[in-house]
Every structure is written in C-alpha cells, then in structure tokens.
C-alpha cells in the first residue's frame, strides 16, 4: 500500500515537469522546427490551457509536498515523544532499582544488626550460665569442705558440739540435694 502512495506521491512532480516541458516547446517552436505542430490548430491555445494545468498541478504538487512534510515531521516528533517515554521509563526503571537497591541494604544492615544483637545475648547467656555454673562449683565445693570438716571435726571428737555441726552440714546437704532435684526438673 505504502509502494502505491510513494508512486502517486511523485505524480504531481512529474505530470509538472512534463506540463512545463509541452508549454514551453509549444511556445518556443513552430510547425517549420517539428512538422507535426502544424497538426494543432491553435497552439498558442493548448500552451495557455497547459500552463493553467501546470498551475493546478504546481498547488497539487505543493499539497503532496506539505503532506509529506508534515507526515515527516509527524514521524520525528512521534519518535522523539517515544525516546523521551523511553528514558522516563529507563530513569523510573533505574530510581526503582535504586530504591530496591537501598531497601535491600537496609534490610541487610538490619540482619547484620539483628544478628550482631543475638550474638551479643548468646554470649551474655553462656557468660551468665558459664558464672552460675561457677557460683554452683563454688557453692558445691564450700559444702564439699564443709561437710569433710564437720566429718573430720566428729571423727576426731565426737563431742555433742560435733555432732550438732555434723547434724546441721547433713540437713544443709539434704537441702542443697532438693534444690538441685528442682533445678534438673525444670
């Protein structure tokens, strides 16, 4: 369809070169340069009717000129409106990654963070389960000590004072015994 409008485009032009060609060989020969002008009764006649159909085809010509014009001028101004969409889309494409960019920063340093904080809560944890498995060694060994003192103590003398701390070192053992069943069951 395209090929048939390009051919018809260049009609105007060409039926006015051929136009002006006729007037100006009928105005500037006679019947003795080309013998078959003597056939024309009028010739000064035709020149006049063809130089009105030039001018016809000169505003036809100038029409098709300004079409065409204008269709290229559509064309360039349709291509850049879809280069500048282009480019809006390709910077609203790049602040979205950008943005997506941050966000997943952000949430990165929040992991960091989020991770570093439990770390920091692990490490207080076992430094506080490491310092009350000492306390509980501490405390074990002092009964320990005890226990072996007031024994000593009662195997050596057993006097009723040695005996009333033998008595009261086995009822604290019984007591630190019954703490230790309640730590284990719960």
Known sequence: MSRWINLLAL???TSLTLLVISIAFL??????????LGQLANPRLWSN???VA????????LGVEWNRRNRE?????????RRAEDEGRRAEDERRRAEERAEDERRRRENRAEDERRRRENRARAEARRT??????TRRARIEVERDL????FLLDP???NRDVLTQTISLLSEYRGSLLKQAYQ
């Not at 030039?54 to 010509?61: F, P």
């Not at 001028?73 to 409106?81: F, G, I, P, Q, S």
């Not at 009350?132 to 060694?137: D, G, K, L, N, T």
């Open 11 to 13: 009609l105007p032009s």
């Open 27 to 36: 105005r500037f020969y006679d019947e003795t340069d080309f013998l078959f």
């Open 49 to 51: 009717q063809l130089t």
């Open 54 to 61: 030039a001018l016809l085809v000169a505003v036809v010509n």
């Open 73 to 81: 001028t559509d064309r360039l101004d349709e291509a850049e409106r």
């Open 132 to 137: 009350e498995e000492a306390e509980r060694q």
């Open 150 to 153: 007031a024994f000593l103590s």
């Open 159 to 161: 006097s009723a004072h």
